[in-house]
């Protein structure tokens, strides 16, 4: 399919949400009315849609039609995944982009916070601080996840989404393997971060934020040398 008509069936779905006759959830027109609509073929609709589809824009319900969605961050996601296998980017250049998106959120978040986010990271830090070790990882990344609510901003809460899909599994995984040090550690960061966060002091919040993405760094860095041994032998 020309890359012109795939424009040209993305353009048209953009001026209908433009002119408010789409919202995410509606159902598109359906391919024989966009066919002629548009004056191309209903197998070109058909393929523009696939690949719409495939960029999270649309969603195609079987017997039912194609509907506006609004899951791009599972494009990003699975771009970022193809990246990976393809050796053009590392697990620790995506945390490093994690970091820099939870920081900023971090920094919104010291003003935009509300005292019922403030008292649901409390009760998560509490799960992790006294809860079995299997129970914690789903508490941190819902204290993170918090984090990027409290600020506000949505291009970073669908980044953060994308970006943990791809590596949140193997940090969570590698956070279990720490010493008890660097747990006790990686602890007090989050201590840190809520009290910075209740104090609206984003310099210590800050702070505890990128030790902790320090911490996650050199967790990768040590799973990327042993995984490299391990390839060599």
Request: glycine share 6%; with cysteine; charged share 25%.
């Amino acid at each position: 399919m020309e890359q012109k008509t795939y424009r040209t069936v993305l353009s048209y779905i953009k001026d209908m949400i433009r002119s408010g006759r789409l919202a995410v959830g509606d159902r598109l027109p359906t391919e024989r009315c966009l066919s002629s609509e548009l004056s191309i073929s209903r197998n070109t609709v058909r393929d523009a849609m696939r690949i719409l589809e495939s960029m999270g824009i649309v969603e195609s319900r079987q017997g039912s039609g194609n509907y506006l969605a609004a899951r791009m961050d599972q494009y990003l996601s699975e771009s970022l995944q193809f990246l990976l296998l393809l050796s053009q980017l590392s697990y620790l250049e995506i945390n490093q982009l994690r970091r820099a998106v939870e920081l900023e959120a971090c920094r919104l978040a010291t003003e935009r916070q509300t005292a019922g986010q403030l008292d649901e990271m409390a009760a998560l830090l509490d799960i992790m601080e006294n809860s079995p070790p299997a129970d914690q990882p789903s508490a941190d990344q819902q204290f993170h996840h918090t984090i990027l609510q409290a600020s506000g901003n949505q291009l970073l809460i669908l980044m953060m989404g994308a970006l943990s899909d791809v590596c949140g599994s193997l940090i969570s995984g590698l956070f279990s393997a720490l010493s008890p040090e660097e747990t006790g550690e990686l602890m007090e960061m989050h201590r840190k971060i809520l009290s910075g966060l209740r104090q609206r002091n984003p310099e210590d919040c800050l702070a505890a934020v990128s030790r902790h993405y320090d911490i996650a760094d050199q967790a990768l860095i040590q799973w990327e040398k042993e995984k490299q041994k391990n390839e060599v032998f």
